[in-house]
T-cell receptor, first 112, second 114 residues
């Protein structure tokens, strides 16, 4: 089982809709979770991080964490064509170093 | 904010030669550096973790003699791809953390081995 799993997509939504991106992880002891956006040929950009169960909102973005289900999600409200990118879920390793372990990423396409 | 400068951004080299990639933390001390590799349409795969002044810890399946990592100071880490082959062509990205800063990524290096 991979440490971090995401549906690779593509996920297509119309402009103005809500995009929902999902991620599951295998290490039950994981404490820190991150969402990054990556454009082709560029390095990842941090969108937000979440440590506690529940929702965390930042502008149009909401991260949701359910540690019991080992599940993290990212909601993007009022999606814009500029949101079209690959979204990477990352989980901080709690043992053997502090590296971020990334999922495959979900490609989001927002059509105008 | 924290900045990690990564060079070169692009490099083309001949098969069998070695290539060095540098990552510098410009305004903070990077206690730990991480090196990732990303193939097209794939995720970032962790190659190794390095702490200043100590040997790097490599992930399973990564050849330590092929991918030499040096973290000689708190602001500089280098990755040298030795005897590069076309299958080493990839996008290499470093990431650094410091005492007051979270994960800061370099801009990446596109390596093409011909």
């Amino acid at each position: 089982q991979k440490e971090v799993e995401q549906n690779s997509g593509p996920l297509s939504v119309p402009e103005g809709a809500i995009a929902s991106l999902n991620c599951t992880y295998s290490d039950r002891g994981s404490q820190s979770f991150f969402w990054y956006r990556q454009y082709s040929g560029k390095s990842p950009e941090l969108i937000m991080f979440i440590y506690s169960n529940g929702d965390k909102e930042d502008g149009r973005f909401t991260a949701q964490l359910n540690k019991a289900s080992q599940y993290v999600s990212l909601l993007i409200r009022d999606s814009q064509p500029s949101d079209s990118a690959t979204y990477l879920c990352a989980v901080k390793r709690e043992q053997a170093g502090t590296a971020l372990i990334f999922g495959k990423g979900t490609t989001l396409s927002v059509s105008s | 904010g924290a900045v990690v400068s990564q060079h070169p951004s692009r490099v083309i080299c001949k098969s069998g030669t070695s290539v060095k990639i540098e990552c510098r933390s410009l305004d903070f001390q990077a206690t730990t550096m991480f090196w990732y590799r990303q193939f097209p349409k794939q995720s970032l795969m962790l190659m190794a973790t390095s702490n200043e002044g100590s040997k790097a810890t490599y992930e399973q399946g990564v050849e330590k003699d092929k991918f030499l990592i040096n973290h000689a100071s708190l602001t500089l880490s280098t990755l040298t791809v030795t005897s590069a082959h076309p299958e080493d062509s990839s996008f290499y990205i470093c990431s650094a953390i410091g005492h007051k800063y979270g994960y800061t990524f370099g801009s990446g290096t596109r390596l093409t081995v011909v």
